[in-house]
């Protein structure tokens, strides 16, 4: 029998679940154990893939090909474990499911209720991770906040599930808020409304972890554990960190990976190593170099809509040594100006993915002064479509070069619908998702980057290259360096004469890692220090670097 913990928020959302069940993950799987991963979101999307970024934030795509919450990309990154489409659980699916049942009869004409069958279908799905993943133990995130009515189901559920499969079992994991009122202090009180709450469900919570601004002390962890029936030892301090990456040694060294191990039994479980964690966050405070990445997109007012391509370029340059700003840079702003001033003394240039005309032209316009301006520039999905576009304009001397997305009556469709999509009625799920083969070209950017041959790569688009332009970008210094296996997608576009200008039609973002950053992107943070040197700044950088104190 696997073991479980459920995470659950209370006070307020926003708190940090993910980041907190990812770095619980990160210090059990240190131990030696097989560690899966399941967010739970109260919704009733199907997914996320239709929502918008502003309600949601990114979107993350598996190798299986789902369209998953934001938190499975921090579970990846932590955990270093891919995960599957049976890792994030919406309300949509739940029901789709329990509904398509009812009609088929398997149910033996019974009123269908939230209880047993919703949740029934909940503690299945709960079940299915462990199976599918063949995990020791499953970490398992409950969205929304205690008092939610769209949680209810859940958290129901999972009060069920401990009697199942046994108390010993089942761990229950219940973070909260103290807020620091006008006087100063830290109060308690929503602490423990918030666990009165989860109690009167019947769920009574085995750790509390306590967010605040600082460290708490022994007093507020006692006077958490008398007013909430939890062993002192058991109440988590939880404070900001200096760094997301920082979080999974702060619970280590609070005892919070000891405490699941004890209170669960995990016999299997060795002494942590978690050398590599601490080599990490090592690297990033040792991280000195300074470098300004431009982020050129459509949603910068909510950051978590990159929050992927942020982590990846973040990654590459800690590997670097570099302390790395990302200056996020509203292509709309670009779009309905001449100035280009906001992509002036940047290192390099991201051009990432999104979906709309909205904000286009701006990222067109910040492809063109990374290739024209020979600043290093990496382009990703629709970033690279923007790439192709700006030079298939210039090399016909018309701005009338466009995507179908864009322009659906443009004279020169450089980039259209994808032939598989063209009969395509239903938005949710029908992209070209998941990991695909790309075959690279030897001696090309990419395949020095990679260095190897055939690459697999994740995807989440409808539009593709139109091999109708080939020769005529071909002739205007654009290699096409990366294919499908027979040849028929354009994969990765680059113009080998310039410092890096690479495109991508996948997401290579998704695959970064902490400890192992992405090849594409260790390439493009390479480039990116060679022109700040080679533009004088590396003297600024190393002035700055004798002002900066030794840690």
Not at 21 to 42: F, T, W, Y
Not at 317 to 346: F, M, N, T, Y
Request: charged share 25%; proline share 6%.
């Amino acid at each position: 029998m696997p073991k479980f913990v459920f995470v659950t928020g209370g006070v307020t959302s926003s708190l940090g679940k993910g980041i907190t069940a990812a770095s619980l993950g990160r210090i059990l799987a240190a131990r030696g154990l097989a560690v899966a991963s399941l967010k739970m979101d109260p919704y009733l999307n199907v997914d996320p893939g239709t929502m918008s970024p502003y309600q949601h934030g990114e979107v993350f795509v598996t190798e299986d090909g789902a369209e998953t919450d934001l938190d499975l990309g921090h579970y990846e990154r932590f955990i270093d474990r891919n995960v599957t489409r049976a890792s994030n659980l919406t309300t949509g699916q739940i029901y789709n499911s329990v509904i398509a049942k009812e009609r088929r009869g398997d149910y033996l004409g019974a009123t269908v209720q939230v209880i047993p069958h919703v949740t029934n279908e909940i503690k299945e799905r709960i079940h299915r991770v462990a199976r599918e993943q063949q995990a020791e133990i499953v970490v398992v995130e409950v969205g929304g906040t205690v008092g939610d009515i769209e949680s209810l189901p859940y958290l129901e559920a999972i009060r069920q599930f401990r009697n199942d499969v046994g108390k010993q079992n089942v761990l229950y994991i219940h973070l909260t808020l103290l807020p620091r009122v006008a006087t100063g202090e830290l109060k308690t009180k929503p602490t423990q409304h918030s666990v009165r709450d989860l109690r009167a469900i019947g769920i009574q919570p085995d750790v509390v972890i306590a967010r605040a601004d600082e460290p708490i002390d022994d007093d507020l962890r006692e006077k958490i554990a008398l007013f909430c029936d939890v062993k002192a030892d058991n109440v988590i301090s939880e404070p900001d960190a200096w760094s997301i990456y920082g979080v999974p040694l702060m619970l280590e060294d609070a005892g919070l990976g000891k405490i699941v191990v004890e209170e669960l039994g995990l016999s299997g479980a060795r002494e942590p190593d978690l050398s590599e964690w601490k080599a990490l966050t090592e690297r990033i405070r040792g991280a000195r170099i300074p470098l300004t990445i431009g982020l050129v997109g459509k949603y910068i007012e909510l950051p978590d809509a990159y929050l992927s391509v942020a982590e990846a370029v973040r990654h590459a340059a800690w590997a670097a040594g570099c302390d790395v700003k990302v200056q996020w840079i509203d292509s709309e702003h670009l779009e309905r100006s001449d100035d280009v001033e906001p992509l002036v003394g940047l290192d390099g240039i991201v051009v990432p993915g999104g979906f709309g005309y909205r904000g286009i032209e701006g990222k067109v316009k910040a492809s063109r002064f990374g290739r024209e301006r020979r600043v290093p520039t990496l382009g990703l999905c629709m970033g690279m479509q923007c790439m192709v576009i700006e030079l298939a304009r210039t090399a016909l001397g018309t701005n009338d070069a466009n995507s179908t997305e864009f322009d659906a009556f443009t004279p020169h469709p450089v980039i259209d619908l994808l032939p598989e999509q063209r009969d395509v009625g239903d938005k949710g799920g029908t992209m070209r998702l998941g990991s695909y083969p790309c075959v690279l070209e030897p001696g090309s950017v990419a395949a020095r980057s990679y260095g190897q041959p055939i690459v697999l790569e994740r995807h989440r688009h409808r539009f593709e290259f139109n091999n109708a332009y080939r020769d005529l970008l071909q002739s205007h210094g654009m290699r096409f360096t990366g294919l499908s296996p027979d040849g028929r997608l354009v994969e990765i576009a680059e113009i080998p004469d310039h410092p890096f200008y690479l495109g991508t039609q996948y997401h290579p973002e998704f695959k970064s890692r902490p400890n192992r950053p992405h090849p594409l992107f260790i390439s493009f943070i390479d480039a990116a220090v060679s022109f700040a040197r080679s533009n004088g700044r590396a003297a600024e950088a190393a002035s700055r670097l004798q002002e900066l104190p030794t840690l």
